[in-house]
């Protein structure tokens, strides 16, 4: 290596496929050994998923062997949002501006959505919160990023297989965490898929050793650790109260004019690094009482004020009647900081009196009777209700999701119904 002018050296270190781990290395092979239209990356948190997708999609741009046979000047980069999809496929540390050698090295034309390559190709940024833009674009190519993740999957999905129909053989990139939904699990078990599979160890020579230390060591073998740091597929826990399959039967793709509309709010007790998340999930109940979960706000790390300004803003959003917050951890300070956000908020206090298990049972049965629809897909919230059981998360964590959604979904069910009212979710 010493030996080669600088050069070899700079076109050796451009070329992605000397250094490929086993999971990113190309093979035509699919499930039925023939030639594949999918490829499926499963991985961990931080085994390479994003650096394979930009530079697989850089090899279809210039035709480099051995991940491309011919150049492909029609691309789909699909995030689970355009903000997602812009500042980890396009702009990340692994993304596409990222892994281009200057004089390949694209134009990105924000107000477009798109990239431009010296060579005339281009690929075009959508978001799979809104299916339809993939409506009436034609791709030879497409890259999908955790896709496990979207919330109207299998809508902007199939809406992308009919735009993949330019060149001799359109093909797709899927890299995602593994979640246990029926799109992933449809892909796995198609034979036109090529399935590869690594967790966070396979890339560990590029990894914080820090972040080998505290979070895998925290999370190693729990059921959260097998599927964000191994990449596994996990399957319903026996003893949850809720299953994947019945939260597919809850899916409604829009809700109906809405009678009263609810923010849910479980507070952190602090807001330290690696506190609890803040629970944040709105939802609404309609005419007929089935009660309809509009959106999952939660987030970790927050102030006080900032977790209040981010409740408040979300029953805003969604013209809501009223913030539902549990106030064992903080009492009267939960009613104040919203109030010092916005004066005018109505505030509904609640007592946790009983176990998580026993509060939650209750509305596991409203799921079971039809009663309750996920206006499209909340993923983080729906591994908490899959992974909820006797003992609380496998993780050990706090479910503050699900606690968020358990008060939502009581106050709605036991609370004043309201007329309903047409408002622009």
């Known amino acids: ?31 039925d050994g023939g030639p ?63 892994v281009a050698p200057p004089h390949e090295r694209p134009l990105w034309v924000p107000s477009r959505r798109r990239l431009q390559w010296p060579n005339g190709a281009v690929a075009q940024v959508f978001s799979a919160d809104d299916p339809d833009s993939l409506r009436g674009p034609q791709f030879d190519a497409a890259w999908c990023d955790e896709l496990a993740k979207w919330r109207y999957a299998e809508q902007a999905f199939d809406m992308l297989q009919f735009g993949l129909r330019l060149g001799p053989r359109p093909r797709q990139m899927v890299t995602t965490t593994p979640r246990p939904i ?72 829009a809700a109906p004019p809405l009678g009263r509309i609810v923010v849910g709010l479980d507070p952190p007790g602090s807001s330290r690094r690696g506190a609890d998340a803040c629970g944040i999930v ?58 010092e956000v916005d004066p005018t908020v109505p505030v509904t206090a609640v007592h946790a009196t009983r176990g998580k298990w026993l509060r939650a049972e209750p509305v596991a049965a409203l799921y079971e009777q039809g009663r309750v629809k996920h206006v499209g897909a909340f993923p983080a919230l729906e591994d908490e209700m ?12 706090s479910p503050d999701r699900l606690d968020a959604l358990v008060w939502a979904v009581t106050a709605l069910m036991t609370g004043h119904r309201g007329a309903p009212r047409v408002r622009t979710l």
């Open 1 to 31: 290596m010493t030996a080669l002018p600088p050069t070899a050296l700079r076109r050796l270190a451009d070329d992605f496929a000397l250094f490929a781990h086993p999971h990113q290395e190309h093979a035509e092979a699919g499930n």
């Open 36 to 98: 594949w239209t999918t490829w499926l990356v499963l991985g961990g948190r931080g085994a390479g998923k994003t650096r394979l997708g930009a530079e697989w999609v850089r090899a279809l741009v210039h035709g480099t062997a051995p991940y491309a046979a011919h150049r492909c000047g029609a691309l789909a980069l699909i995030g689970e949002s355009e903000r997602d999809a812009r500042d980890v496929m396009v702009e990340g540390p692994s993304g596409l501006l990222r």
């Open 182 to 253: 029926p799109l992933i699990r449809r892909l796995i078990a198609d034979p036109h898929t090529r399935v590869t599979r690594a967790g966070t160890a396979a890339n560990r020579a590029n990894l914080s050793p820090a972040f080998l230390d505290t979070v895998v060591a925290r999370y190693a073998g729990t059921r959260l650790g097998r599927q964000e740091l191994d990449g596994e597929l996990i399957e319903d826990r026996p003893d949850a109260l809720w299953s994947r399959d019945l939260l597919e039967r809850c899916r409604a793709r």
């Open 282 to 339: 709105a939802a609404g109940r309609d005419a007929s009482g089935i009660v309809h979960v509009l959106d999952d706000a939660t987030a970790a790390g927050l102030t006080p004020a900032a977790w209040a300004a981010r409740a408040v803003a979300l029953l805003r959003r969604l013209d809501g009647d009223a913030v539902v917050a549990e106030i064992n951890m903080g009492g009267e300070m939960v009613k104040t900081v919203l109030r």
């Open 386 to 397: 899959c992974d909820f059981g006797l003992d609380g998360l496998s993780s050990g964590r």
